[in-house]
């Protein structure tokens, strides 16, 4: 009888029953809430899965061009090599069958080279000498005291 009684009561306590709604509506935004997040998840997902292939899409892009642009930055050294050592930029080693080239530089035009090319290398090195070596003069340095602030 005593269980009657209570459930009487809290049937008749509307405080109760506010709070039962309550809690009631809590579980439904709980889960509305979830669903929405498991939702955003997904799409997050999705999205980065299409970042990830875009990316990896342009880093082999960049790659090729790169690797293009190597091959570019090559042929142009090798030529300039050649037009440096007198030989044509568009071509390798001459045949030994070919003779001398018309446009190769003379001895004289050799030495001047050399001269330039160890004179730049000297400037750019700025090659030490005895004198650089001496140790410089120790300077004394004065210790001044002063009086105790007041």
Same mark, same amino acid.
């Given at each position: ?23 009631? +509506?809590?579980?439904?935004? &709980? +889960?509305?809430? &979830? ?32 690797? %293009? ?5 090559? %042929? ?25 080239? %018309? ?7 050799? !030495? ?5 090319? !160890? ?6 090195? &700025? ?22 602030? %007041?």
């Amino acid at each position: 009888m005593l269980s009657d009684g209570w459930r009487k009561r809290d049937e008749d306590n509307p405080m109760q029953d506010l709070l039962q709604d309550y809690a009631s +509506d809590l579980r439904k935004l &709980h +889960d509305v809430f &979830h669903s929405e997040l498991t939702a955003t998840a997904e799409e997050l997902s999705k999205a980065m899965g299409v970042y990830a292939q875009r990316s990896e899409a342009a880093l082999a892009s960049m790659m090729e061009k790169v690797s %293009a642009r190597g091959v570019e930055l090559e %042929a142009s050294a090798a030529a300039r090599l050649n037009q440096f050592r007198g030989l044509p930029a568009n071509g390798g080693l001459p045949d030994v069958d070919d003779g001398p080239l %018309a446009d190769s530089p003379t001895n004289a035009d050799r !030495e001047r080279i050399v001269t330039a090319a !160890e004179r730049a290398v000297a400037d750019g090195l &700025h090659v030490e000498t005895d004198g650089d070596r001496k140790p410089q003069p120790i300077r004394q340095i004065t210790l001044v005291k002063s009086e105790p602030a %007041a």
